[in-house]
């Protein structure tokens, strides 16, 4: 992780060429996400116990133990992929860049290296409140204070466009992002459950 001067690093609107490697920075943040998700839904007691349910359950018609244990995990994962690719925000994801859209912020580290992003969108049904997209950091350059310096950017042009409230949807795994949002003044306003257990929670703070 380099040791970043503030002079170092800047943050602008995202040019067109700088497209696809936004875009393989996102998707890099989505798949690390995704998958560590998986392992705490899939670690929880009461996944545990179905699991070892449906294993039984299949003893019956299958001749083989480890196939009746592979088969209800397997399943189970499928399942946690399909509905996590359902999520509004990875198919706004695709949306967003095969119909060409733009207006993303970007942050550079000495003048040309991409080391992050995020963008602000309006929060459907709520006039005066608006929603942190796509924030992601290069794995690289994680805990050095880029993720902090795109929040307040963001905050600020909220603040500009006359929003009186921001709110982030953070997965329960991201425990780096849980801290970013509660030691920047965020609060848990709601979350999503899966099976009993909150998979995501909503941060959100008064402008």
Same mark, same amino acid.
């Given at each position: 992780?380099?040791?970043?001067?503030?002079?170092?690093?800047?943050?602008?609107?995202?040019?067109?060429?700088?497209?696809?490697?936004?875009?393989?920075?996102?998707?890099?943040?989505?798949?690390?996400?995704?998958?560590? %998700?998986?392992?705490? +839904? /899939?670690?929880?007691?009461? @996944? !545990?116990? &179905?699991?070892?349910?449906? =294993?039984?359950? $299949? #003893?019956?018609?299958?001749?083989?133990?480890?196939?009746? %244990?592979?088969?209800? +995990? /397997?399943?189970?994962?499928? @399942? !946690?992929? &399909?509905?996590?690719?359902? =999520?509004?925000? $990875? #198919?706004?994801?695709?949306?967003?860049?095969?119909?060409?859209?733009?207006?993303?912020?970007?942050?550079?580290?000495?003048?040309?290296?991409?080391?992050?992003?995020?963008?602000?969108?309006? #929060?459907?049904?709520?006039?005066?409140?608006?929603?942190?997209?796509?924030?992601?950091?290069?794995?690289?350059?994680?805990?050095?204070?880029?993720?902090?310096?795109?929040?307040?950017?963001?905050?600020?042009?909220?603040?500009?466009?006359?929003?009186?409230?921001?709110?982030?949807?953070?997965?329960?795994?991201?425990?780096?992002?849980?801290?970013?949002?509660?030691?920047?003044?965020?609060?848990?306003?709601?979350?999503?459950?899966?099976?009993?257990?909150?998979?995501?929670?909503?941060?959100?703070?008064?402008?």
């Amino acid at each position: 992780m380099p040791t970043l001067e503030p002079e170092q690093l800047s943050i602008r609107e995202m040019r067109e060429d700088e497209a696809s490697i936004v875009l393989e920075l996102l998707k890099d943040g989505f798949k690390d996400t995704d998958n560590r %998700l998986i392992l705490y +839904v /899939l670690t929880r007691p009461l @996944a !545990l116990l &179905l699991m070892a349910v449906g =294993s039984s359950g $299949l #003893r019956f018609f299958l001749n083989s133990f480890v196939v009746a %244990l592979v088969v209800p +995990v /397997l399943l189970t994962v499928v @399942a !946690l992929k &399909l509905l996590l690719w359902r =999520s509004p925000d $990875l #198919r706004q994801l695709y949306a967003y860049y095969n119909a060409g859209r733009r207006g993303l912020w970007v942050a550079v580290y000495d003048e040309d290296d991409i080391c992050g992003c995020v963008a602000l969108e309006p #929060r459907d049904g709520e006039p005066h409140t608006a929603e942190l997209k796509r924030l992601a950091v290069n794995r690289w350059y994680r805990r050095s204070g880029v993720g902090r310096r795109l929040l307040r950017f963001l905050e600020a042009q909220a603040r500009a466009q006359g929003f009186k409230c921001l709110v982030a949807q953070v997965s329960v795994v991201t425990k780096a992002a849980i801290g970013l949002f509660e030691s920047s003044g965020y609060s848990v306003s709601s979350g999503r459950q899966w099976l009993g257990y909150t998979v995501q929670q909503v941060f959100s703070k008064e402008l």
